[in-house]
């Protein structure tokens, strides 16, 4: 079984850099790549990050993530207030034929 | 441009049924994989299940298998979701996606914007 794991919350003042991971619980899922969204409250999920570290047009060069194969982690630097958000990190697992994601990470920004 | 909108949600009762539809413009939907999800209150996201590009693979959580069917009809571009036997735990706001790229490097790069299925 495929699990992605996040903390359940990060924080850190405007202006800082934050970082969440997602650290992957089985050694087959590694094969894939990790993709993050964000969900702010009662809005619908972004993509943030795709393939690992590639940005989507539009998203803020703010917004980074890496890949080690064992763990994902994207970076946040600049915060903002408006980043107050819910975070997911997310992949397909093509061995399982299903989409696995991580339980997700609350930002705030103090 | 992109657009995913849903639809069909609603307050229903345990064991009944309900069919979410994701109507997409802008692209063609035969042309990517497309996923379900879920989110139900206080949750985090769930992917729940997904139909292939050429319509030959589904697969689903173990928690929807025999209760919930993915399909699609191409020549309305609309996803659709049949959920039967509804239970209290498949309240949640029900999410349709189009995923992009290859089954390695793939992601859920547009996203509806959600529609609210309470079993009461």
């Known amino acids: 079984q495929s699990v992605l794991t996040q903390p359940p919350s990060v924080s850190a003042a405007p202006g800082q850099k934050v970082t969440i991971s997602c650290s992957r619980g089985s050694s087959n899922s590694g094969q894939n790549s990790v993709s993050w969204y964000q969900l702010l409250p009662g809005t619908t999920p972004k993509l943030l990050i795709y393939d690992n570290d590639k940005r989507p047009s539009g998203i803020p060069d703010r917004f980074s993530a890496s890949n080690s194969g064992t763990s994902a982690t994207l970076d946040i630097a600049g915060l903002q207030t408006g980043d107050e958000a819910d975070y997911y990190c997310g992949t397909w697992d093509s061995s399982l034929s299903a989409g696995v994601f991580g339980g997700g990470t609350k930002l705030t920004v103090l | 441009q992109v657009q995913l909108v849903e639809s069909g949600g609603g307050v229903v009762q345990p064991g009944r049924s309900l069919r979410l539809s994701c109507a997409a413009s802008?692209?063609?939907?035969?042309?990517?994989?497309m996923h379900w999800f879920r989110q139900a209150p206080g949750k985090g996201l769930e992917w729940i299940t997904y139909?292939?590009?050429?319509?030959?693979?589904?697969n689903s959580i173990l928690s929807v298998k025999g209760r919930f069917t993915v399909s699609r009809d191409t020549s309305k571009n609309t996803l659709y979701l049949q959920m039967n036997s509804l239970r209290a735990e498949d309240t949640a706001v029900y999410f349709c996606?189009?995923?992009?790229?290859?089954?390695?490097?793939?992601?859920?790069?547009?996203w509806g914007q959600g529609t609210l299925v309470t079993v009461s």
């Open positions: 996606a189009r995923f992009s790229g290859s089954d390695g490097s793939g992601s859920w790069d547009y």
């Open positions: 139909i292939s590009s050429d319509e030959v693979n589904k």
């Open positions: 802008g692209f063609t939907l035969s042309r990517h994989g």
